[in-house]
């Protein structure tokens, strides 16, 4: 059963989907809901602070699911690959609050924009790390840049909420299948290629 804050969150963005962040008002989102004003306001401070919630839903997961990812996996390949998993699945598991929140998150004032920066700063290290890490053991070639790298598989990963669809041809699984073979060629040494191989994390 939902909570009254998840219900909350789950009709807003069915209706900024609809009508956009500026096309909908509290009052509409209250009485969609079935709730009141009240338990609007004790669950959130203002309709911007619900728009902030719903990429702080995603945001943590990712970060979670990442570290995870890192600490559970050996080598800088298997941890990259497993990393990919993790960044890629969020598309899957809550795409609507990821394109509600691209869509309408320049509307949000600059003190939760601040805060929003800081996860995805805290997001952006975690590939930063494995990067150097696979530089360091012999794993990924020593003259990529660690930051264009980083922002290069970020850029690639965050633009599927454009065109991901659940009922597309393929899954986010193989689709990730492809991102981790684009990936990893464009970074391992020979050493690490053939490693990537054996485990099959190419094609």
Known sequence: MQSLKERIIETALDLFQQKG???VSVDEIVETAGTSKGGFYHKFKSKDA????IHDVFISHVLKETKKAY???DTPIDKVRAMLYAFTNVFDVYQRHISVFYDESTYLPQDLKNIIKEK????????EQVIEDGKNSGHFRPNISTTITTMAIIGLVNWTYKWYR????????????HF???ILRGILTD?????AIDKKYVM
């Open 166 to 177: 659940q009922n597309g041809s393929l899954t986010m699984e193989q689709i990730t299948l």
């Open 180 to 182: 981790n073979d684009l």
């Open 50 to 53: 619900l728009l902030y919630e």
């Open 120 to 127: 995805r700063t805290e997001y952006r290290k975690l590939i």
């Open 191 to 195: 050493e690490g290629i053939q490693e």
């Open 71 to 73: 600490d559970q996996n």
């Open 21 to 23: 962040y500026h096309g």
